[in-house]
């Protein structure tokens, strides 16, 4: 399927967050990596598609790079902290994001005056000016929260991390810098100071009903696909020539959307796609083509590194495993320990909570695990054990008090809701993704890397491939890690 370049295209095009110069940035990085999330891919599901497609994009890349079989993506993994992951380095112990709807002890409400401390932070569509506009109409100032130490200013999306990223690295070195994502509140990838993403493009996914469909989807994927290979020759927004970034990158909506809209999903539990998954894959698998193409036409395939990852799987594969439990069942129980005890809660396929009087975590916990089966909980994480994984909650303002694991494939939502699947959670069908990267310098022969990896290790491999120093990732300090094995 071929999507024309429209006059909204080109209005979209040109409304662009954009800030680059209209000459070419100082010649100092010679390559280039260019990153991209196929949102909801296991490894499974890649695995598949190129055995049953070998004549693919896919299939062909995955002859010529590094393909790791058992990579973990972040947990929580919702698409915010798989996001920072593959770009700082981090977890939400270091970048202090663990969803993109939260709650923070230490900010105040939006739109108020600072009197009290406590808000929700929701940073997807809900943070635009008009979510039905291509562009979302940018951020709406009177949804963000504000901070009460710092003048109850506004905290913007890139303000609410805690930690820098690759991008800030790369244009602190004078090197370009894209990206392009599905909601303007992606604005949080241009690094704490706003500064790390020379253009970023976010047409947003909700706008019109287009995440409603799967051709919905592909059409906004449609249009990030067209901002890289614009990028790839060297053009700006605005159709100057400046040079292709040295950092940039997309994510793919598509098989997302399949998997989780009625009708389409897994068949079963060996993750056999549906038709909707296939024509998603398939769609995916042509534009990865025509960016491929457009990188060797330009001569870029000789000095660029592609990296094809997942900012999170999707849970349950097996369609049979299927459970929709009331979301409102698991506020409700709390509640019952003590009226008013949930200051709030984050639900899909996880349970994050936070309470107004941390000193109840242990009775909230019970009471939830006295209710295991009503409300599909494996375990609830709290004190010791959720301090082994991140802050305490006494000593970090964003930390849940309490976390829900799910029985496999148990989504928290309407009663009525006819999702398929979701993500978030801590379940393997929601971590186990695709990572595949393919260097010039690994253009030799298939390679695959059967040691559990991480996500977070797809930041210093980029930084090490540009010729820059992975230390310069704040989350280093926080929490280390190296760069990918197998790459050259």
Not at 84 to 111: E, K
Not at 137 to 150: E, K, M, T
Not at 392 to 416: C, E, F, H, M, W
Not at 452 to 480: C, I, N, S
């Amino acid at each position: 399927m071929t999507y024309p370049t429209t006059p909204l295209l080109l209005a979209a095009l040109l409304a662009a967050a954009f800030a680059l110069p209209a000459q070419a940035a100082p010649v100092a990085l010679k390559k280039h990596v260019l990153l991209v999330s196929i949102d909801g891919m296991h490894a499974q599901d890649l695995e598949n598609f190129i055995a049953h497609e070998p004549q693919s994009t896919l299939a062909k890349l995955a002859k010529q790079g590094v393909r790791y079989s058992q990579a973990r993506t972040t947990a929580p993994s919702d698409s915010f902290p798989g996001t920072l992951a593959l770009i700082t380095g981090g977890t939400p112990r270091s970048t202090g994001v663990y969803y993109d709807d939260v709650y923070d002890r230490a900010l105040s409400d939006a739109a108020s005056n600072c009197a009290k401390r406590g808000t929700k932070v929701v940073l997807d569509e809900a943070a635009d000016r008009n979510a039905d506009l291509l562009d979302g109409g940018g951020l709406n100032p009177d949804a963000l929260p504000r901070d009460p130490d710092h003048g109850c200013q506004m905290v913007w999306p890139h303000e609410f991390v805690r930690v820098n990223n690759a991008f800030s690295v790369v244009h602190a070195a004078h090197g370009l810098t894209a990206w392009a994502d599905k909601h303007p509140a992606y604005d949080l990838v241009r690094g704490p100071d706003g500064n790390g993403v020379d253009e970023l493009y976010t047409p947003e996914v909700t706008a019109k009903g287009a995440d409603q469909t799967l051709e919905g989807t592909k059409g906004n994927d449609e249009l990030r696909v067209k901002a890289v290979l614009r990028q790839i020759d060297g053009l700006n927004a605005v159709g100057q020539k400046i040079g292709m970034p040295n950092l940039f990158g997309m994510n793919f909506q598509a098989l997302s959307a399949a998997q989780k809209l009625p009708g389409n999903g897994y068949k079963d539990a060996q993750a056999t796609p549906s038709a909707g998954m296939l024509d998603a894959l398939h769609y995916v698998d042509g534009a990865l083509g025509r960016v491929v193409a457009e990188l060797k036409k330009q001569h870029h395939d000789r000095d660029t590194m592609l990296v094809i990852a997942a900012k999170h799987g999707q849970a349950p594969i097996d369609p049979a495993l299927r459970r929709i439990v009331d979301k409102k069942l698991i506020g409700k129980t709390i509640d019952q320990v003590a009226p008013g005890l949930v200051a709030y809660t984050t639900l899909d396929d996880i349970a994050l909570v936070w309470l107004t009087d941390a000193s109840k975590q242990a009775d909230a916990a019970h009471a939830l695990e006295a209710k295991r089966d009503e409300l599909g909980i494996t375990e609830v994480i709290y004190g010791e054990a959720l301090a082994k994984q991140f802050p305490a909650p006494a000593n970090d303002s964003r930390v849940p008090d309490l976390i829900v694991r799910t029985q496999p494939g148990v989504i928290y939502s309407k009663p009525s809701a006819t999702k398929l699947a979701e993500h978030g959670g801590l379940s393997d069908d929601d971590r186990h993704v695709a990572l595949l990267v393919v260097s010039p310098a690994n253009k030799t022969k298939t390679h695959i890397v059967d040691s559990t990896v991480e996500t977070r290790q797809v930041a210093p491999t980029m930084l090490q491939f540009l010729g820059l120093d992975p230390a310069a990732l704040e989350a280093m300090k926080v929490e280390p890690t190296t760069a990918l094995p197998g790459v050259r």
